[in-house]
């Protein structure tokens, strides 16, 4: 009887031992899915910067042909 109490303890152990590293494995799949984001979210941002700075450009053009044409 005491070792079918024991094999019954150890299955147990191990089921919970399972568990947590699945517990563990998808936290880090979160962890992974979320900095993946916060990436895109900076390539957005980025983009939107250079996106700024090409206006800020043709402003600029504008503003020197103008310049040109006063002279």
Same mark, same amino acid.
């Given at each position: ?24 494995? !998808?936290? =880090?799949?979160? /962890?992974?899915?979320? *900095?993946?984001? &916060? @990436? $895109?979210? +900076? #390539?957005?941002?980025? %983009? !939107?910067? =250079?996106?700024? /700075?090409?206006?800020? *450009?043709?402003? &600029? @053009? $504008?503003? +020197? #042909?103008?310049?040109? %044409? !006063?002279?």
């Amino acid at each position: 009887m005491g070792r079918q109490r024991y094999r019954e303890v150890e299955v147990e152990r191990e089921r919970e031992r399972e568990r947590e590293r699945e517990r563990e494995r !998808r936290e =880090r799949e979160r /962890e992974r899915e979320r *900095e993946r984001e &916060r @990436e $895109r979210g +900076r #390539e957005g941002v980025s %983009e !939107r910067e =250079r996106e700024r /700075e090409r206006e800020r *450009e043709r402003v &600029r @053009e $504008r503003k +020197r #042909e103008r310049e040109r %044409e !006063r002279e």
